[in-house]
């Protein structure tokens, strides 16, 4: 039941050994991974790769970081990429603040489309917000997202933030940070939160866990994120993983309605995985 809810195996870093990496993460138990988009290329790299293998999932969407690149009249690709067979969420959206790599009102007024969009495709969000929680939980009310809701992925805030956001709909998902040395307040957020509102991810080919810290992250790794959650909440890691697993598969029904995706008649391909 293990799901890697948010990694980019589309990356030009996995191109090396992206087969090894994939077959790594199914023998550590995972039996799903979402690929998650973060511009128009590359979205198209996840539907593309998503093709080859039965148990990926690709996402479509434009990050925060890139939204200074994204034009208007881009839209109808945008869309058109996500009604792509096979794409169950759209994102990576949001707004970050602490970089600020595209201007402020940018992003909010592409994230505020974005929503627009995936609400009426009917698409769940996978949602990056850092340091603009409460521009980002605005936006997110005034734009009625509990159906078909989303997921605050590598979520570092508080329990307060956690809080709204699930009043509102909204899944919290917790990657490698979990795992740090400093993260207690976190820790204590992942403790306190309700068990039917948690996802694990990797966000891979970044934020490698402890104890991979400072390697490349790839979502074999996800193992460990299920293995913190299990200490901190006290429960098995059988446990965790059917927990969380069963979660991930409410916010993305997608994941349960097979391979969709038109195969390539690659061999790589799996069988689908239960």
């Given amino acids: 039941m293990l799901i890697d809810s948010h990694c980019h195996l589309h990356d030009s870093r996995f191109d090396p050994d992206r087969p090894e990496v994939i077959q790594r993460a199914r023998e550590s138990g995972v039996v799903r ?51 792509s067979p096979g794409v169950v969420g759209f994102g990576e959206i949001g707004l970050d603040y602490h970089y600020m790599h595209s201007p402020a009102e940018d992003q909010r007024v592409h994230f505020r489309a974005q929503i627009r969009l995936a609400v009426r495709l009917g698409l769940p969000l996978i949602l990056h917000v850092r340091e603009a929680f409460p521009d980002a939980l605005r936006i997110l009310r005034e734009e009625e997202v509990g159906v078909p809701g989303g997921v605050l992925h590598c979520f570092s805030g508080d329990l307060a933030t956690a809080t709204e956001a699930i009043e509102m709909g909204l899944h919290i998902s917790f990657s490698g940070i979990l795992t740090f040395p400093n993260a207690d307040d976190l820790r204590e957020v992942a403790r306190l939160v309700p068990a039917d509102r948690i996802l694990l991810e990797t966000d891979s080919p970044y934020l490698a866990p402890v104890p991979v810290r400072g390697k490349r992250n790839e979502p074999a790794h996800v193992s460990h994120v299920a293995e913190a959650l299990a200490r901190i909440r006290n429960l098995g890691e059988e446990e965790v993983r059917k927990l969380t697993g069963t979660n991930t598969r409410k916010l993305f029904p997608g994941l349960d309605e097979g391979s969709t995706v038109e195969k390539a008649g690659n061999s790589q391909g799996g069988s689908r995985c239960t």
């Fill in 33 to 83: 991974m979402v690929t998650v988009g973060t511009d128009l290329e590359t979205s198209r790299r996840a539907i593309g790769l998503a093709r080859e293998y039965d148990f990926l999932h690709p996402t479509v969407g434009v990050h925060p970081h890139e939204v200074k690149h994204l034009r208007r009249e881009e839209y109808p690709q945008l869309e058109e990429m996500a009604r």
